[in-house]
């Protein structure tokens, strides 16, 4: 079975009208109601449930994508930060306009 996407599948579920605590990345999928114990109750194999999850969409979502092909060009959070700074303290926006230079590169492809 492939990997699941977590946020995309809690998308999925709310857009089916299922309430969920929660699932993970196996389609474990978790009741917002509570067991004896104190626990969520897994609901996986409900049948809207198990639909939704056998309909998902593995595909990376446009964001992920944008994100990966990013850091592939080295236009990472780390180096956004130092290029902002420097823009902001330093009122030498060079480097911030590199990084923005590649991201539109990017965003151009992707769309």
């Known amino acids: 079975m492939k990997q699941i996407d977590i946020k995309k599948l809690q998308k999925e579920l709310l857009a089916a009208g299922i309430?969920?605590?929660g699932c993970n990345s196996k389609g474990v999928v978790w009741?917002?109601?509570?067991?004896?114990?104190?626990?969520?109750?897994?609901?996986q194999d409900r049948p809207d449930v198990a639909?939704?999850?056998?309909?998902?969409?593995?595909?990376?979502?446009?964001e992920t994508v944008r994100r990966l092909?990013?850091?592939?060009?080295?236009?990472?959070?780390?180096?956004?930060?130092?290029?902002l700074w420097k823009k902001v303290m330093d009122s030498d926006s060079t480097d911030a306009d590199a990084l923005q230079s590649l991201m539109d590169g990017?965003?151009?492809?992707?769309h």
């Not at 639909?51 to 446009?62: Q, R, S, T, Y």
């Not at 990017?106 to 992707?110: A, G, R, S």
């Open 19 to 21: 309430e969920s605590s």
């Open 31 to 43: 009741s917002i109601e509570l067991d004896q114990d104190g626990f969520n109750i897994e609901i």
């Open 51 to 62: 639909a939704v999850i056998l309909a998902h969409d593995h595909n990376p979502d446009a």
């Open 69 to 83: 092909e990013y850091a592939k060009l080295g236009v990472n959070p780390q180096e956004m930060i130092f290029a």
């Open 106 to 110: 990017i965003d151009v492809l992707i």
